[in-house]
């Protein structure tokens, strides 16, 4: 068998093709950032040959929400009334969305929490 299957997904718009070998298809296909977890159609065609007809189907991916691991190391004790810095607020995350980071300092000295919140709440 020989020829190509196009897979289109909806919605998406990102289209990628493989050849046939052996009667099996393989493909890549990119997820672009900013696309929303959800259900999508995705539709696989194949174009035929003169020994084979043309054929199409379709199925559904579904993308999950990210889980962020967000890594922060716990930096040296301050005094009270210091400033806030770069040091204190050096939180990273792997995901591709700005993150917000807030530290508040609570009415004891000895304790702070680190408030992380994601500006797209629907992917993560």
């Given at each position: 068998m020989a020829g190509t299957v196009n897979f289109i997904v909806a919605?998406?718009?990102?289209?990628?093709?493989?050849?046939?070998a052996a009667g099996v298809a393989n493909s890549t296909l990119?997820?672009?950032?900013?696309t929303h977890p959800g259900s999508y159609q995705i539709q696989a065609a194949y174009g035929g040959?003169?020994?084979f007809a043309s054929s199409t189907g379709t199925g559904m991916?579904?993308?999950?929400?990210?889980?962020?691991v967000i890594t922060?190391?716990?930096?040296?004790?301050?005094?009270?009334?210091?400033?806030?810095?770069?040091?204190?607020?050096?939180?990273?995350?792997?995901?591709?969305?700005?993150?917000?980071?807030?530290s508040t300092i609570r009415d004891r000295v000895d304790r702070w929490c680190l408030t992380v919140a994601g500006r797209d709440f629907y992917s993560y």
């Amino acid at each position: 068998m020989a020829g190509t299957v196009n897979f289109i997904v909806a919605n998406i718009g990102t289209v990628t093709s493989g050849p046939v070998a052996a009667g099996v298809a393989n493909s890549t296909l990119t997820i672009t950032g900013g696309t929303h977890p959800g259900s999508y159609q995705i539709q696989a065609a194949y174009g035929g040959t003169t020994s084979f007809a043309s054929s199409t189907g379709t199925g559904m991916l579904a993308i999950g929400r990210a889980t962020p691991v967000i890594t922060w190391s716990n930096p040296g004790d301050i005094a009270a009334g210091t400033a806030l810095s770069s040091t204190q607020l050096n939180a990273t995350a792997n995901v591709p969305r700005n993150i917000h980071l807030q530290s508040t300092i609570r009415d004891r000295v000895d304790r702070w929490c680190l408030t992380v919140a994601g500006r797209d709440f629907y992917s993560y």
